[in-house]
């Protein structure tokens, strides 16, 4: 009786074509991320399910709440590790920093003092949601003075270039790479970033596609994402270079 009803298509959830999760917060206790091993293990598990073959951790740096350095990170990188392996689950898992860009992180860069990188030196930088920082563009020219590859993770999420794609461009022309959160194409931070996110992506201004984990909730709004027909069509003609990030 049904019959001129078109059946719904199924879509397999299947993220291989990413490869690498290059921003996340899976290394538990240290930041707003996980805050155990166990929720740790279950969100990689997930992930690895999804097509992940590599992780790569991103814990917050920011000097006034999340202090972190080599000393709180790499331990805990370790401790995740060692508990992979006694649950027998194999994927590679690294650990660098998610930087926030003020003024304690540019003391930083100028003292020559060792920062948390991936890949080919590769760092991950962030800015507030209010206001962009201030000293910004001095922070991606001192980076690239030192042969380091800034990537600003979710530009889609600062509202306040939202106006101006020329906004995103500059950050190009200086040497910086772009990352989107995966999440902003399910509209998980709201419609206005999923249009810009989408826009982004159409003038191909994006390099990296990050998960950006935290949470079960996030783990579960990836999942509903990875069964949406129409974000594999979004990404079809788009270069995303995380896969080379598994040499």
């Known amino acids: 009786m049904f019959s001129f009803l078109k059946k719904k298509e199924i879509i397999h959830p299947d993220l291989s074509f990413i490869g690498v999760d290059m921003h996340s917060h899976l290394l538990p206790g240290i ?16 992930l690895q399910h999804l097509g992940y073959k590599k992780l790569i951790c991103t814990p917050h740096i920011i000097s006034d709440m999340y202090p972190n350095d ?15 392996k006694e649950n027998n689950i194999d ?38 949601y209010v206001a962009p920082s201030p000293n910004i563009e001095q922070v991606i020219f001192q980076l ?22 020329d906004n995103y461009q500059r ?3 200086l040497g910086c790479m772009l990352q ?11 419609k206005q970033i999923k249009l810009v996110a989408e826009k982004l992506l159409k003038n191909k201004m994006i390099d990296l596609l990050g998960t950006d984990m935290h ?9 509903e994402l990875s069964t949406k027909k ?18």
């Open 144 to 165: 690239r003075l030192k042969g380091l590859q800034p990537i600003l993770a979710h530009p889609e999420r600062y509202v306040f270039y939202h106006n101006n794609l």
């Open 171 to 173: 950050f190009i022309d």
């Open 180 to 190: 989107m959160n995966l999440l902003s194409l399910l509209g998980y931070y709201g």
């Open 31 to 46: 930041d707003d991320g996980v805050q155990t091993i166990a929720e740790s293990l279950t969100c990689i598990k997930t």
């Open 91 to 128: 994927i590679a898992i690294e650990a660098a920093a998610e930087y926030m860009v003020d003024l304690e992180m540019e003391k930083q860069v100028l003292s020559g003092e060792p920062l948390l990188t991936f890949g080919n030196n590769l760092i991950l930088i962030e800015m507030s």
């Open 215 to 223: 949470h079960q909730r996030h783990l579960m709004a990836l999942m």
């Open 230 to 247: 129409e974000f594999y069509k979004l990404l079809e003609d788009v270069e995303i270079k995380n896969k080379k990030l598994l040499m």
């Open 70 to 84: 080599r000393e709180t990170i790499l331990p805990r990188l370790e401790e995740i590790r060692e508990a992979l």
